[in-house]
């Protein structure tokens, strides 16, 4: 059974994307960094061992509150995103950061982690303010995010190639995307 999974405010979530796949059944599901819309939650739901990394003490506590009324098991690890250490390598069947990493300071260690603990050809799925969506006259494009080649040289760079790339939120009222969800599958072992 697929999660619904959110990518943000008023776009697709994965019902329609069909991004993160089939979690139920046990398959181990990683939330990097509790989103807004508690995606571990619906991993857990959806059958998934759910497993959340979130550095805010509040956060966690309010995600183990949720799952409780729920009726809902969710792992909470409290920590660095980066710091993945009391997850198995090669255990994970997906990882999903909703509007989480987008500012983390060392990408490239968080990225290993990840591509640590993911079970070879698994996915990773990052959604993302659109880096286009924050150009404005005073702000050229990559000024204040990183950029979509960024996050590409950076996937790369940690052994993932990124198979499916979406621009959200574009309307007859809205001419740019809002939203950037990138899917990249671990490469290797």
């Not at 409290?78 to 909703?98: F, K, M, N, P, R």
């Not at 500012?103 to 603990?117: E, K, M, S, T």
């Not at 000024?143 to 040289?153: C, E, K, M, Q, V």
Request: aromatic letters at 6%; charged letters at 25%; glycine letters at 8%.
């Amino acid at each position: 059974m697929a999660a619904n999974i959110s990518y943000g405010t008023d776009v697709p979530g994965d019902d329609e994307l069909k991004l993160c796949g089939d979690v139920s059944g046990a398959k181990r599901a990683v939330e990097l960094g509790v989103s807004e819309w508690f995606n571990s939650l619906e991993f857990a739901a959806a059958g998934a061992k759910a497993i959340a990394v979130d550095p805010d003490p509040e956060r966690i506590a309010e995600l183990r509150r949720r799952a409780d009324d729920a009726g809902l098991t969710v792992q909470c690890l409290d920590g660095d995103l980066a710091d993945l250490g009391q997850i198995t390598s090669a255990t994970v069947d997906v990882v999903v950061a909703s509007h989480t990493i987008d500012d983390v300071a060392d990408l490239g260690r968080l990225l290993r982690q990840v591509h640590r603990i993911l079970k070879p050809s698994m996915s990773f799925v990052i959604a993302l303010p659109h880096p286009f969506a924050q150009v404005n006259a005073g702000h050229p494009y990559g000024a204040n995010a990183r950029t979509i080649g960024d996050w590409f040289t950076a996937l790369g760079r940690s052994n993932f190639r990124v198979d499916q790339v979406k621009e959200l939120g574009v309307s007859p009222t809205e001419p740019i995307p809002t939203t950037l969800v990138l899917r990249a599958r671990k490469e290797g072992s």
